[in-house]
Structure formats: structure tokens, C-alpha cells
């Protein structure tokens, strides 16, 4: 018999993240830090939307680009907010989720044999999604020195005359590093002289603590040949809703936009009448959130602190990247270790890239009585780990 598969598809690993999820879930008095999803409820308002569209009979699809209206509220939100400008009917179009909208921006983009830059450690999906599309991945490593930032001499580097588009991953899952606007300015100068693409994806935009966030395509000579990639799971604990966004030059929208009509035909009709909502009330939900991620993210720290541990503080998104190489374990070996010796699921760094060895990924999007027990069960293994050695 034939091999029913592609030879493409079996190249590629399963999510390192979903590993220790499924063994955590059927753990009894385990706590799981690996996971990042907001610990928040969808916030009524926004739920209530959703619930009276369905009353109101609103269940057939939508067009393919998504509710006239969703995009928009959404233009209006991103002009508030990040000072980036896109015409809603040409230049931006609804997706299942950020992971869709990454998906078909590289197949829309690329051809076989053009060169991806990831840097990483980084999101799971990036490099999968560059080998779908037939293209090479090429990953740049972001060090703790850097706080984990994309530098421009990094970026050079790794440049050649292959190189087609450059993902910029920040605020960063699983660092939390975030990029200010110099660094942003000086990436944005190799890309132009080099003339190759960005694909900028912005889930955590509003989840940054010291800085605003700033969006590369909002520079000079950036817009045209930037792809944004945003959603709703991270900002307004709509993980389950599935919805997410792109948006860009025409040219780039209408061809996803076509990969999106053969493969999905519109994102959920339900969702978008209750993102409606969510962009337009949404802020103060927005600000509570980020003000408890905040509070927990410090407290962490100060924990980190307290133990010994070293971890480099993040300023974005919901996650720490403390450092184990102490413990002369591979990231996987620990994380293995420490849930079955004390029942904590982490994720280990080899997760976002090989990179990654030596880190373990926690997140924090969990409860403060969650946080302070599974801290406090880390302090416990890694004080044995060093009376034993």
C-alpha cells in the first residue's frame, strides 16, 4: 500500500506545549502553568452580545471578509490606538483565530525555496507554517543579554538573497520581551534596504506594562510591506471564540482572503457580533486585565528573586522565561521532573525552538492563590535540586 502522506506534513513535530497539557489534565492536584489563556471570563458585555445574536436568529455566515461592521470598529480601533490606518472594505479581513491569519499570510506570500526569518525562542506555529507554505525557515536567536530583543545586526546576519519575510513575534511568547520604538526604527531600516516583507504579529499588543505598545507597520515606508496580525483571544479573553484579523496592503489582503474562502469561508458569525461589542465597550476590560496580569507578573518576580532563580523581566504578554541551566538538566528533563515530583506543569523551552534550552516558559495567566502554590511547590524542587548536588 502507498503512503497515504505527505512527506511534508510528517517532517513536522507536535506542539511541545500540548505534551505536558494533556498529561496535566489527568493529574490529580496538579497546577498547570504551561497554558496561555486568559484565566479571565469573556466579560458579560461582551458575552451578552453573542448570546442575542443567537436570539435574534443571526447564525447564517457572514461575508467572507467578516461583518462590515466588525471591520469598521475595528479601523477606528486601530487608528486610536496604534495610529495605523487601513481602509476596512479593501485592506482587512476576519480570521479563526491569529494562527489562521499567520497561515495564509505566508502561503499567500511565499514561493519554494524563499527564506523565512523567526526569530525565536518564539510561537509554535511560525516555523510549521513556513514548511507548509513550501518555503525554508530560518531562525535568529534572541538572547537574554538582548533582553530577548530582535537586534538589527542579528537581523543582517541572517539575511541573503533568498530572504523574503522577516516574522516579528512581539510582545514575545514565551519571553514577554517586548520591542520600543528604536528598535523597531532600526529593524525597519534593514528591512527597507533589503526590500523584503514583515509579517507583525501583534496578539499581546495590549498587554505591555512599562511602554505602549508600537506596531512596525506604523513607521515610515513600513506600512506597504507590513502583514499585522491580531485578535481577540489574549486582550479580551475570548480564547474559545476563535477570532483573529489581518490586515494590510490590498494587493496581500485579496490573495489570503482567497486562501480564506477555500478553506474556512468565514470566521464564526456569533463571535464577530460579540467582538462588535468587545472593540467597541471593550477598553476598561481591557485595562482591569492588564492591571492583574501586571500585579501577578511583579509578584513573580519578586518570587524569582527570593529563590534564586534567574529570569530576565518581561514587560509584554503573560509569560516568564526563568533560566535552569544551573541545574545541569535539559529543559525537558526539568519540566518532566518537577510534574511528576511536585505537580507543576511548565513548559520547557525547546518548545519555542531549539534556542530555548536551559529556559522553562510559565505563565501567568492564572489566579494569585494558583500562582503563590505553585511557586511555592518550584521553591520547594529547586532547593532539593541544590542540596543534592
Not at 228 to 250: D, Q
Not at 336 to 353: E, H, I
Amino acid at each position: 500500500m502507498r503512503d497515504p502522506l505527505s512527506k511534508t506534513i510528517t517532517t513536522i513535530k507536535p506542539s511541545g506545549i500540548r505534551k505536558f497539557f494533556d498529561i496535566v489534565s489527568e493529574m490529580k492536584d496538579a497546577i498547570s502553568l504551561g497554558v496561555g489563556e486568559p484565566d479571565f471570563d469573556t466579560p458579560w458585555h461582551i458575552r451578552e452580545e453573542g448570546i442575542k445574536s443567537l436570539e435574534k436568529g443571526k447564525t447564517f455566515y457572514t461575508s467572507n471578509a467578516g461583518l462590515k461592521e466588525l471591520k469598521v470598529e475595528l479601523a477606528q480601533y486601530l487608528k486610536r490606538r496604534f495610529d495605523l490606518t487601513y481602509d476596512p472594505s479593501k485592506e482587512m479581513f476576519i480570521t479563526v483565530g491569529g494562527s489562521e491569519a499567520i497561515d495564509a499570510a505566508m502561503r499567500a506570500m511565499l514561493d519554494p525555496g524563499d527564506e523565512v526569518l523567526i526569530p525565536q525562542p518564539s510561537y509554535v506555529s511560525y516555523v510549521p507554517c513556513a514548511v507548509l507554505a513550501h518555503a525554508v525557515p530560518v531562525t535568529i536567536e534572541l538572547k537574554a543579554e538582548d533582553e530577548f530583543r530582535l537586534t538589527a545586526e542579528a537581523l543582517e546576519a541572517a539575511i541573503t538573497d533568498k530572504t523574503k519575510l522577516l516574522v516579528m513575534p512581539f510582545p514575545n511568547n514565551p519571553t514577554g520581551a517586548i520591542m520600543e520604538q528604536k528598535d523597531l526604527e532600526a529593524i525597519a531600516e534593514v528591512v527597507q534596504k533589503h526590500d523584503i516583507f514583515v509579517l507583525s504579529d501583534e496578539i499581546y499588543s495590549e498587554l505591555t506594562y512599562t511602554e505602549n505598545h508600537v506596531s512596525i507597520a506604523s513607521l515610515p515606508g513600513m506600512w506597504e510591506r507590513t502583514i499585522v496580525i491580531n485578535g481577540f483571544s489574549k486582550s479580551y479573553a475570548m480564547t474559545g471564540w476563535r477570532l483573529g484579523y489581518a490586515c494590510g496592503p490590498e494587493a496581500i489582503i485579496t490573495q489570503m482572503l482567497k486562501i480564506h474562502q477555500f478553506c474556512i469561508m468565514c470566521a464564526p458569525t456569533t463571535s464577530q457580533y460579540a467582538a462588535v461589542e468587545a472593540v467597541k465597550n471593550g477598553d476598561a476590560d481591557v485595562v482591569a486585565m492588564r492591571e492583574e496580569y501586571n500585579q501577578r507578573r511583579r509578584y513573580l518576580m519578586h518570587r524569582f528573586r527570593q529563590m534564586g532563580l534567574e529570569c530576565f523581566e518581561p514587560f509584554g504578554a503573560f509569560y516568564m522565561f526563568p533560566c535552569i541551566k544551573e541545574f545541569g538538566m535539559t529543559s525537558d528533563e526539568f519540566a518532566t521532573d518537577l510534574l511528576n515530583r511536585k505537580k507543576v506543569a511548565v513548559v520547557p523551552g525547546t518548545a519555542f525552538g531549539d534556542c530555548g534550552e536551559g529556559f522553562i516558559r510559565i505563565s501567568y495567566a492564572y489566579s494569585m492563590e494558583a500562582l503563590k502554590e505553585a511557586l511555592g511547590r518550584i521553591e520547594e524542587y529547586i532547593t532539593e535540586l541544590r542540596a543534592n548536588k
